[in-house]
T-cell receptor
Framework: ETGVTQSPTHLIKTRGQQVTLRCSSQSGHNTVSWYQQALGQGPQFIFQYYREEENGRGNFPPRFSGLQFPNYSSELNVNALELDDSALYLC?????????????FGSGTQLSVL | QKEVEQNSGPLSVPEGAIASLNCTYSDRGSQSFFWYRQYSGKSPELIMSIYSNGDKEDGRFTAQLNKASQYVSLLIRDSQPSDSATYLCAVSTRGGSYIPTFGRGTSLIVHP
């Protein structure tokens, strides 16, 4: 177990709705990265937060937004849900934002959009 | 061209054999290289990291990095059925602001 916790574990939403996913980082980690993993694919980078600031963003539309709190926990918000948003959403924490940092993943949130 | 490429497999090997998993990347400025293992229905877990050319061994696992040829590989010696999983290669690429970019993963099946 990595010490990274995500909630909820499963979620079912309908198209057009909004969703908020939550992540608590491992103790001592100040960086949280969010990834989307579709079935049979590798994780795709959404964005990263380092000390409450967005540190990088992948090729995802603005309806994907997030924030990081002073205790380094994080939220991922998705507005106007689309069917293609159905995926496993992974949160990973790390000691820092540098390229050498190892990622420690939570167990993920499985989102289904109907 | 995708930044990190892996053969999706499946790669099937008998128990006790050596499994060889390969990954190529397109960004010559890439700095850090990782192998993650993901069991079905679970999240990825880090098994190896490598930062400089050559081999790095950890138990039954050996990571190999060749920056000139832009490939990184993972060897699993004495493969066990419990090694059956998807192996994800991740590379910190300059184009990705050095945040790890993942390949699609290679499915490994170790049969008794």
């Amino acid at each position: 177990e990595t010490g990274v916790t995500q909630s909820p574990t499963h979620l079912i939403k309908t198209r057009g709705q909004q969703v908020t996913l939550r992540c608590s980082s491992q103790s001592g980690h100040n960086t949280v990265s969010w990834y989307q993993q579709a079935l049979g694919q590798g994780p795709q980078f959404i964005f990263q937060y380092y000390r409450e600031e967005e540190n990088g963003r992948g090729n995802f539309p603005p309806r994907f937004s997030g924030l990081q709190f002073p205790n380094y926990s994080s939220e991922l918000n998705v507005n106007a849900l689309e069917l293609d948003d159905s995926a496993l959403y992974l949160c990973a924490s790390s000691l820092g934002a540098g390229g050498n940092e190892k990622l420690f993943f939570g167990s993920g949130t499985q989102l289904s959009v109907l | 061209q995708k930044e990190v490429e892996q053969n999706s497999g499946p790669l099937s090997v008998p128990e006790g054999a050596i499994a060889s998993l390969n990954c190529t990347y397109s960004d010559r400025g890439s700095q850090s290289f990782f192998w993650y293992r993901q069991y079905s229905g679970k999240s990825p877990e880090l098994i190896m990291s490598i930062y400089s050319n050559g081999d790095k061994e950890d138990g039954r696992f050996t990571a190999q990095l060749n920056k000139a040829s832009q490939y990184v590989s993972l060897l699993i010696r004495d493969s066990q059925p419990s090694d059956s999983a998807t192996y994800l290669c991740a590379v910190s690429t300059r184009g990705g602001s050095y945040i790890p970019t993942f390949g699609r993963g290679t499915s490994l099946i170790v049969h008794p």
